[in-house]
């Protein structure tokens, strides 16, 4: 339980380090269960939208789901994803990559790229039915980081320890954590119709597309990767769920 507290610490503004101390070895762990925070994060997407749409219109719905995680994470995977851009969009080899990554500055390539990704995804969920929205937002969230989470097994940390942003290294996961990040990730997707399942590909082809991009540029990983991968690995979720409609 203190590397499932640990990882609601790390990845919300939520004051969970109030319930209890964890000790600063758990931190390394959070990684591996990162499927579980999304229990909160995509549930309370999944909560606001149900909500909302029942009083409002289906796009104010969706912008107040997608509103309601950034408060809750402090936009902490967005900012990934703006780093992300710059690096692999200004960084022309693994140094200059590394060195705008770390750059607490945004450039252009991370405001288009996040002005992109967010007209993508409003128009995704919009697409979508609205009663199984909220069941989408939950297990598309909650998959996707079990599936980005793999990324600590697959590639090195790609920085010196000391060189991290967030002062901590993720340890690579254990069978036992593999076993306990899977059951996070998999079981909202019970509560899908099973025609909606085979969208799960998505973000798997996603991981080793991106894995393959780090492994080529960096040779490995870091914490803005992490947050860049799960996004993207989320959104192809949503394109998945729209193309299984409109192919019927």
């Known amino acids: 339980m ?7 610490i790390f990845f919300t503004r939520l004051p969970f380090w109030k319930i209890k101390e964890v000790p600063q070895e758990c931190f390394k762990h959070v990684v591996s269960y990162w499927s579980f925070s999304g229990w909160l994060t995509g549930g309370m997407m999944a909560l606001i939208f149900w909500g ?5 219109p289906h796009g104010v719905a969706v912008i ?9 994470t402090g936009a902490l995977h967005e900012d990934g994803l703006a780093d992300f851009f710059d690096g692999f969009g200004g960084g022309t080899n693994r140094e200059s990559t590394l060195r705008i990554m770390k750059d607490s500055h945004i450039g252009s390539y991370g405001v288009l790229g996040l002005i992109i990704y967010y007209l993508l995804a409003y128009n995704l969920l919009v697409a979508l039915p609205l009663t199984v929205t909220p069941f989408l937002l939950l297990s598309g969230d909650t998959w996707s980081k079990f599936i980005s989470s793999n990324i600590i097994n697959y590639l090195p940390y790609a920085r010196k320890e000391e060189d991290s942003k967030s002062g901590t290294v993720y340890t690579r996961m254990n069978l036992g954590e593999i076993v306990m990040s899977a059951m996070g990730g998999i079981l909202p997707l019970l509560l899908l119709p099973p025609s909606y399942w085979p969208v799960c590909i998505f973000p798997i082809l996603v991981f080793f597309f991106i894995c ?20 993207l690995s989320e959104i192809s979720f949503w394109l998945g769920a729209v193309m299984s409609i409109y192919i019927k």
């Open 52 to 56: 909302a749409s029942t009083i409002l």
């Open 2 to 8: 203190n590397q499932i507290l640990a990882a609601l």
């Open 64 to 72: 107040l789901a997608l509103t309601s995680r950034l408060l809750i």
């Open 212 to 231: 393959r991009m780090m492994k080529r540029r960096l040779n490995g990983y870091t914490g803005d990767c992490c947050g860049a991968l799960f996004l």
